[in-house]
């Protein structure tokens, strides 16, 4: 799985403020005209696209308070997926997977969440695909669930974006398994188990990215922090269901492209044996014959019924008779 | 495991309202038609097949006052196994497994539950078969334990039916691999393989439905919820160890399948071997004998023996002591 | 491993009455028989073989108060072993495993135990073999600890009867496999394969069988129940210890098992090898003199020497030569 | 991987004393130098490399009161990573890896460290590497977090410049893997298997070296002994998910190397099938033409069509015809 | 690994005692001898050696209080690892294992342990070796800690003495496997297989006696009896990880093992390849060849080219082209 590249130079801010009432959505220019809407009763969401340069997360850390660690982890290219609850705020980081549909391929992204109070702030590298479009979709309408609660019920929703899009990633997965399958079963060639092979790292890769999510997702859920409501947690219960569900299909996908593996390599196996049938076949029919007609080549005056005219006819008769006896000796045996 | 389609247009509503003394059962028309049973101190079961439409739901919702998340994981097709426990009802979905005897299939269908103090509401989709006709006949016999106990010895028992049908599932699967044992053991052939890998993936299906059930039975039996009473712990756990037997086999019908084919490639590899073997024999007992021949073939005019007129019987004589030593050669090497 | 068949249709009940200083062991005819004894200050032990009928067990239930999950239980005829805490008594189900000597075969039969304050009721099919004479013995002797101690010393002897038995099963096994390893390692056979395949299903089996009795022992150790004395519980840890030994054992078997597998399909792949290299030995010598028998076989009157009288010395001595370098050549390739 | 040899006959003290404004660093000839620093307000690190002398360590344990245990621990080669926490003071050892940039190994070499209120002291073995540079690069700087913070904080940068430099181990192991991976897929060797072997060792090493540093962090990080402040907990916690990250990486590769495995001897399966494949094509056609013309080499004088002038076009039509059967069949069957 | 046996008539009864002043060192005659010394206030270790008679042990079970239950312990020839924490002492079984010099075989033996408060009976059956002689030596000498200390830390030395001897089994084993990596590599041979089955085995027996004193050294180091001082659990803990770091290592051999097993089933397939290879290269040059020269065999007086003078040459010149086009064929296929 290839991380997406972070190939624009500069990033955007789009900030959304709202409560049950009031509705701002706008791109801003810079970090500093997120402050004054750090403390207000409103739910405030900064989302901010691609790694930005170190001056703009000194102001970040500075404007909002944010741990030294915790600006260092978002800027760390590879973070493994996990929480950090802090007294102000929650840090959570976590892999965000897409479909790169132009090359058929899975995209995995970093994206950062700082859960406070009254704002959240993300991170991510928005290259190819974004999951979050769906939640900007539910604060926009007026009437929406989100509206009408907290800052840690749009976390849960962002969260959960990502989780029901790992749904997409695993048919991904199924339908490719399905397709090697179908291969596999009726004409194995030896393309196949490269097949199984990138499959297989695909499942691994996809693993290691979401695995460590369950238990980031499972210490949200058991309420450590006071930042989560525990109207919140019923939903966040149901996101880690998903996300086991998830997890299990992956292993029993890997479990499947194991048991494909067996089946292409004893269709190998069996291959081999039935070209060796083949081989032994003809040798044992015409070895007899071969002989026998070198038999009747020796230059010898004398060999029985060299010098009748009924010879060739009585030999060819033998010829006869004994490739008979093989084939249906063979035939017998079923290796014809 | 195919999951059973949902291809009729209309659900219908099963309604049983009973006590010691009294009895109701009916099909309604509407979901309004339940209201009234809702608060009654008679135990009030539900039972509501196919996925009802949306404005249904809503109906429901609002009626027995669900929380929105458990009316969302109703409708969503392919819940993993869970309990919710919310304060005043529990929530519980699992898989209820039957065989299609005509297409020889297991089939699966999703059922939830909704356990309150008073009232019971199952969802399942209805297609094949339904493991619930035994709980109805006990309900309909006025002497039976369940009229005398209360909505969660309702839940026991629904659930407990579901569980001992997957008994029959594990009969299904025990024939199945019987069956291929002995096929393997006497006569492999490749189709085998390909039996073997569908019923592993059976298997994988099978554990999967089952396996966080587990979970959820043991939730119920520790009396998270005081909706569930003491005396119907000890039920409760015994439908937890018959699961746990389930699951048990299931992982030695893996190993066995494993073992299965480490026999039919071993049995490959013996065939390999046996053909080369008769390669081998034909090929080593013809090859000296013909080039003897050959050797009797050459233009010479002055070979050994040539113009004798024992010289053939020589010669063959020659052929026979070969033939007779090879022979004797693989016989003690058990090659023959 | 056959589960042993009831086929007698009548079940016995022996009663055992004891304590320090009287003794009393009768055959009873009827359950009702049995109930005076039931809260005597002295040890009862009531053993019923064979699974008795319904009406029987409707009675047994009323006299000795038993829960009806518990006398289904007695009846199911194949519970996983485990053991269910009540308020009165104490309920635990387990396997007997004995060998019948007759079939060489490891019999297998549930034993269901039922441990109250003065009593103690047991329940086993008793067909070919019964672990608890030796317990019996015991309970005869004057002087014995068990005549002096209460209900849960004697149910700790008759479980550990069975668990001793079980190094019985084990040895079974051992000597087995022992047998197997020295065929496989001297002179391998496709039997062999079968052969892994069923001790690995026995192994399989018994492990079934004893793995859930680790937990039942345990919990009965820890003292959930007051029914188990303070003194009695370092002969269960015993016992426990004990069991555990069996079970490491069972895994070591398993793991010997499958290196054994692996031993037999190499020595398969090391046969074929030999095979191969006796083929391609013969053919490559004999191949090349069959080839310059053939061309001096041809019909032109001008082959180099045909003429000659040292023709035919030379063409031998050529294929001497030949010959004589292809088996230098194959010794040195270590073929021969 | 090779332990680094000690092969330097004398071992260097290097002393450390700092605090937000003062910072001397010096090279000590004796123990006995740095006592004083001992129990000063400011941070003392005494870093030793090579194993020191016996002499030299009973000085240490007298001179910082250190436990015989401890001593013994840091003298002996080859510890497991552990941590030991008693009344004044942690100790801690583990394992640095370095790549030997010369010879392309990597290297092991074995850090203790002793943490106190006041002073850390530091065992290292120093041959190759040495990850502890560019802490020491940021305690000469006087406006780094590491002057103004105590001990505990100066811990955390020792071990996590370690657990930081695993990443380049990983990144050895990764390039070394691809490498072969694509050697594998394009044109496998008999020496891949060697390297895919030898990979494993390694892996096996890098794990066992570095898997209880996890248990280690994590019972630092968990603030059992009051010496870890709870401000440097939260770096603690990066580093253990840091080394998380690499131990799952570890795992990944190692699944890698085995489905490697598997193509690898799959492709020899291949391989060896296309072997037989031009075996029995060539040998499918010739015997057949052999045994023609074999027919034709008899002796006899009345072979059909023998003295006619157009039996050699005949039979060489015949054999053509053969030839072209069974090139097409042997195309159909795509051997060709 | 054997059982060391027990071929000696005789037990010996060797016996110490000693505090920081006084120090007895006597072989007693009878257990007699050794009552008097229980309940002095010095160290007193009784070290009896080959399993005592029933007479001595009864005699042992009233002269120093011990359960029933640890006399048969004792007695019994294969315990598994295990510890027993009584009100007044503590019991400890576990196995010593030694290398038999002459036979080149790990030889394994119980050893049982009873810890009280002022004495500690040892139980050995001393065929072999003895681990515990380093231990007397340091109690002859009057300098050292264990002369100063308690039965806790006696028990602490006797124990380690055989952790400290693993170390010695895994060298054993190690070189083993060394030794069996290098013929593996440069030229595996089918005895190899027995060695890895054989060390396998090893390695597993090693593993089931070690692995449950994992168990026994924890619950000593945890303190849970008073028995055991504060001041002593730091060296059980240092135990403690030197007997993890040999499991560690056990399960890495068995890594490597599995390893080279596939090194070495990989091999045979390449040499079938190599021999399959051999043999399809000859007879693909010479069949066509010897086809050629049985087609100017027949015995038609008018082939192309019979009755020239240059009729051989052009027939040997095709003969050679044809073998130049097949050798640079295969040549280009790497198959020579």
Chains 1, 2, 3, 4, 5 share one sequence.
């Not at 750090?38 to 900064?46: D, E, F, L, R």
């Not at 991904?172 to 188990?193: A, D, G, H, V």
Request: overall charge neutral; hydrophobic content about 40%; glycine content about 4%.
């Amino acid at each position: 799985m290839p991380t997406a590249k972070n190939n624009a130079p500069k990033n955007n801010i789009d900030l959304f403020d709202y409560d049950a009432k009031n509705f701002i959505e706008k791109r801003v220019k810079s970090i500093d005209d997120c402050i004054p809407y750090k403390n207000t009763p409103s739910v405030t969401w900064i989302n901010i696209d691609r790694t930005p340069p170190l001056a703009f997360l000194e102001k970040l850390q500075l404007g909002f308070d944010l741990h030294p660690v915790i600006v260092e982890d978002i800027t760390g290219p590879n973070q493994r997926p996990k929480v950090e609850i802090l007294d102000d705020y929650i840090y959570v980081v976590f892999r965000m997977l897409t479909i790169d549909e132009e090359h058929k391929k899975v995209m995995s992204e970093q994206v950062s969440l700082v859960l406070s109070h009254k704002f959240l702030i993300t991170f991510q590298q928005n290259v190819v695909g974004d999951t979050f479009e769906p939640v900007r979709a539910l604060i926009r309408k007026p009437t929406t669930r989100i509206r009408h609660l907290d800052t840690d019920y749009l976390a849960y929703e962002l969260i959960n974006s990502v989780v029901e899009n790992y749904f997409k990633i695993l048919e991904y997965f199924s339908e490719k398994i399905e397709k090697l399958e179908q291969e596999i079963i009726t004409n194995p060639t030896s393309r196949n188990l490269n097949h199984i092979h990138s499959l297989k790292r695909g499942l691994l890769s996809f693993r290691k990215s979401i695995w460590p999510l369950r238990e980031v997702i499972g210490i949200l859920e058991r309420g450590e922090s006071t930042l989560i409501k525990k109207s919140t947690r019923i939903y966040l219960r149901d996101s880690y269901e998903r996300l086991i569900q998830v997890i299990d299909s992956v292993e029993t996908y890997r479990d499947i492209l194991s048991g494909l593996l067996d089946v292409y390599l004893s269709s190998v196996s069996n291959r081999t044996n039935s070209v060796m049938r083949v081989l032994t076949v003809i040798t044992t029919i015409f070895m007899p014959l071969s002989f026998l007609a070198g038999f009747y080549g020796m230059n010898f005056t004398n060999l029985p019924g060299m010098h009748t005219s009924y010879g060739p006819a009585v030999v060819t008769a033998i010829m006869l008779v004994i490739m008979v006896i093989m084939l249906s000796y063979f035939r017998k045996k079923e290796w014809l």
